[in-house]
């Protein structure tokens, strides 16, 4: 870049940093208490809205005049709604499990009188006296906030939030470094691409600046479709111009004109938030024509998929931006060189592109002085399942399955016992106890079975019973299969056939050796990724829970006590309380009768197995049970 | 143009730089299972999953379609592993297939017979559960019959009609299993923009797109593209 460029770049962006860190002060600290309730995708399904209305109705109520600001995802899911109060005087407060009723009291309580309600406090942001701080809980020793640093703490509406907290001037700082010196630095930091596969991304930008072809084109993989899986989409609702940076440096190194954010139609508030923050930058020249004042010229567009799960595979995403049913295309040629529109295109998933502000601003060094030796940084999981904190959870690279699950995911919920973790969705694979001090990077997970995937993580109990796990994630593998090749679309469909036999109890023995030949079939010839991968929760699960497999097929059990035609209902007649008709009036299909004695008989015959009457039950009486095989049940008297 | 001089099962041949190793091999006649390839399409559609081939110093077979001659390339159409995957991909057609030869036009042109011959598949496979489809046939064609049912997705059909004639009726719809090769709209073709020329009757390897009242005619030209295929 020229040099006369390179010296209007700076004053330029001091102006803009200038102007939002003041507003940014006068937010903080304008002597007024201010209010933000975590209204991402999380917060929303919780409640947060109605908390957000009931806290501004209160305020106009008590004529309070204090800012309520909408922040993202704080990670910690399981206590939504979130609201964070930080008044003068006070260490910023975290109010977990919010509803109107709370919000007001907060308001009245807290806000209006002095006290701060230390019955709803979830945990300080700042280490204090009067309330733990967040730094105190167990899991502060094992994570590692570095992408999800802003997200839950600023206002992601607000271009000023960012810019404020240091965002963009990796931008400036990449602005006057060469293109090459950048991707030297990319490449020097070790990161791998967070979609799944784990490609170097200072590699594929490299490839990609050598191409041939103009123009070149960024596109930012937001297609985030593996079941339990919400990372990508609260990085977007929380902090989407982390994303924009990391993308705008990119096209930046590798001579790009044009990005695309390719996002799911299914995330509304990501899909408005993105659209959002690329106004916004585009406003402050930081997107559009000669950013900043320099000759680097980039434009970005969001791109709605309409939900098809190949299409986060590269060549299925570029056949659907083109307008293209999203069917995944031959390669090589590789779409670093021959990409979208047959030119060369960086696609590169939503995690790595906000990554990369971390990189330029604190340098390649620092960015590998975390993680393990070929997995450098941190890495971003949802927690799902059946873990007490659900949520957005970020460590180092090498921390282990157990420190995430039960150090930072405080571990089962209902006191039950752990029985596996299904990590990288529909491509991944169940991995049993045995591999919880398994260290999570790229490599270690290939090997056990499962994969790092993009991030997604389901903790399953003992109630969860493996072949149907198993058969689930098949199911939706062969519905989201495009049915381009023969494997992928028979292959896969084969295996669900198999495995639904299996759950119902009509499993062969021989049909185990059937599903594992199959299955390599499929993995080495099916045409694309998600082909490749789909047997793989089959595999892992066949692999350390055969045991499971085995009982459905010889004894027609299931010992976990879910596949629905193996189970039966049935009442302990010394636990059923005469007294007690709960189970007679659930009971959807009048199976339930009382005999002589008033004691609560299920008929099998009727019975749906819905499981109402064990939800009706009353603790203290706990009379009915499951039982497995069906045969379990004693013969009526 | 450059040729290039690879081996293949034993046998050296020669075939122009920048081919793919499927028409090396058939060009010099060794017959490679293939059922979506078509020679004036340039980008392997690679979806049919037959043409798996065994390649020095690769560790896994490679689809012979997609793969690139090389100068000195030894390539091993009958290795194991490839003939392990090619059989199975059939295997699986042949499953979804209402396997009926002795009521179907096609029979004795169609190419899944002749690739089980190949292979040494028994056309009512017993290794999977036979998953048909009942999907309704079309004989709204003056010239043709489409059968759903005995379509194997190989898509020739889909490409000759849009990309060959320009005229795109034919195209995919759905996913996974329930993928199909059907008009705009799922309509019939006699109310779609066909021109009955019957081109994707001559392009089907199978018996899903048949000439009406003139078997013979099916038959033929079935055999004639098969043979020209075979001996080119």
């Known amino acids: ?637 | 143009m450059k040729t290039v001089s690879l081996t293949i099962d034993g046998k050296r041949v020669k075939a122009h730089e920048g081919e793919k190793v499927l028409w090396a091999a058939l060009d010099n006649g060794i017959y490679v299972p293939n059922l979506c390839t078509l020679r004036d399409n340039s980008e392997p559609s690679a979806a049919c999953r037959l043409c798996f081939v065994e390649v020095e110093g690769k560790k896994q077979p490679v689809p012979a379609c997609t793969e690139t001659i090389e100068q000195g390339m030894v390539v091993n159409t009958k290795g194991p592993g490839a003939l392990r995957l090619a059989r199975t991909a059939l295997e699986l057609l042949l499953a979804s297939h209402p396997v009926d030869c002795a009521h179907c036009p096609s029979s004795g042109s169609c190419e899944l017979q002749k690739i089980a011959a190949h292979l040494g598949v028994k056309l009512k496979t017993r290794r999977f559960r036979k998953l048909l489809r009942e999907l309704l046939v079309d004989s709204s064609s003056p010239v043709f019959i489409y059968d759903p049912n005995k379509c194997v997705l190989c898509g020739r059909c889909v490409w000759v009609c849009r990309e060959r004639l320009g005229i795109g009726v034919l195209g995919f719809a759905h996913r996974g299993f329930e993928r199909v090769v059907t008009t705009f709209g799922d309509g019939p073709i006699a109310e779609s923009k066909c021109r009955d020329c019957g081109e994707c009757v001559v392009a089907c390897p199978t018996g899903a797109l048949t000439f009406k009242d003139k078997q013979g005619t099916v038959k033929s030209a079935h055999k004639e593209r098969v043979e020209t295929e075979t001996t080119q």
């Open chain 1, 1 to 637: 870049m020229k040099i006369t460029d390179l010296q209007s770049v700076l004053p330029a962006f001091q102006g803009i940093k200038s102007r939002a860190e003041s507003q940014w002060r006068e937010l903080r600290d304008g002597g007024k208490p201010v209010i933000m309730v975590g209204a991402a995708t999380c917060g929303r399904a919780a409640g947060a809205l109605e908390v957000l209305r009931a806290i501004k109705d209160e305020l106009k109520k008590q004529r309070l005049d204090c800012p309520v600001v909408e922040v993202g995802c704080m990670g910690h899911c399981y206590a939504e709604p979130i609201v964070t109060i930080s008044k003068p005087g006070y260490p910023p407060i975290c109010y977990g499990y919010v509803n109107p009723v709370i919000a007001e009291r907060l308001i009245s309580e807290f806000i209006l009188g002095d006290d701060p309600c230390l019955e709803f406090v979830l945990g300080a942001l700042e280490e204090n006296d009067l309330v733990p701080s967040f730094s105190d809980f167990p899991r502060a020793k094992f994570e590692k906030k570095v992408i999800l640093k802003n997200c839950g703490h600023i206002d992601p509406e607000q271009v000023e939030h960012y810019i404020a907290n240091g965002g963009y001037a990796a931008l400036v700082k990449a602005l006057q470094m060469q293109p090459e010196e950048i991707i030297d630095e990319v490449k020097s930091s070790g990161l791998r691409g967070r979609g799944g596969a784990g490609f170097p991304t200072g590699q594929k930008w490299e490839i990609c600046r050598n191409a041939g072809g103009r123009p070149k084109y960024i596109i930012c993989n937001g297609d985030e479709g593996d079941p339990g899986a919400f990372m990508d989409r609260a990085i977007l609702e929380s902090d989407p111009h982390s994303v924009l940076e990391g993308m705008i440096i990119a096209g930046y190194a590798i001579g790009a004109r044009y990005g695309y954010i390719y996002v799911r139609a299914e995330y509304p508030l990501a899909v408005h938030r993105a659209r959002l923050a690329l106004r916004q930058a585009k406003k402050l020249n930081l997107l559009g024509k000669n950013i900043l004042g320099s000759d680097f010229s980039f434009d970005i567009k969001l791109f709605q998929g309409s939900g098809a799960f190949v299409c986060g595979e590269e060549t299925a995403l570029i056949a659907s931006l083109e307008g293209e049913p999203g069917i995944p295309h031959y390669r090589p040629p590789y779409p670093a060189t021959n990409g979208l529109y047959g030119k060369p295109t960086l696609i590169n998933n939503v995690k790595t592109l906000s990554s990369i502000r971390y990189i330029i601003q604190k340098g390649a060094e620092w960015f590998a002085s975390v993680g393990t030796e070929r997995s450098k940084g941190t890495a971003v999981f949802a927690l799902a399942g059946k873990v007490v904190n659900t949520g957005l959870v970020e460590v180092p690279m090498g921390t282990t399955l157990r420190q995430v699950i039960f150090d930072v995911g405080s571990g089962i919920q209902g006191g039950k016992r752990f029985k596996a973790v299904q990590i990288g969705g529909p491509s991944g694979g169940c991995l049993p106890e045995s591999a919880l001090d398994l260290p999570i990077d790229f490599d270690s997970l290939t090997d056990a079975g499962a994969m790092m995937g993009s991030g997604g993580m389901i903790v399953l109990d003992e109630d969860d019973c493996m072949v149907e796990i198993a058969r689930y994630f098949l199911e939706f593998t062969q519905r989201e299969s495009c049915g381009k090749c023969t494997f992928c679309r028979l292959g896969t469909k084969q295996m669900l056939e198999v495995l639904d036999e299996i759950t119902k109890g009509k499993g062969k023995i021989e049909d185990l050796d059937m599903l594992s030949w199959l299955a390599e079939d499929i993995k080495a010839g099916s045409f694309c990724g998600l082909g490749k991968t789909a047997p793989n929760p089959v595999l892992s699960t066949m692999s350390y829970f055969r045991d499971e497999y085995e009982a459905h097929i010889k004894e027609g059990r299931c010992p976990a006590l879910m596949c629905r035609e193996l189970i039966a209902y049935y009442i302990i007649p010394e636990k059923c309380e005469r007294s007690c008709d709960a189970c007679v009036g659930t009971c959807t299909v009048e199976a339930i009768s009382a005999n002589k004695k008033r004691i609560k008989v299920i008929d099998q015959e009727k019975c749906v197995k819905c499981g109402t009457c064990l939800d009706a039950c009353p603790p203290q009486y706990n009379a009915v049970v499951k039982l497995s095989p069906p045969s379990q049940v004693p013969a009526s008297k």
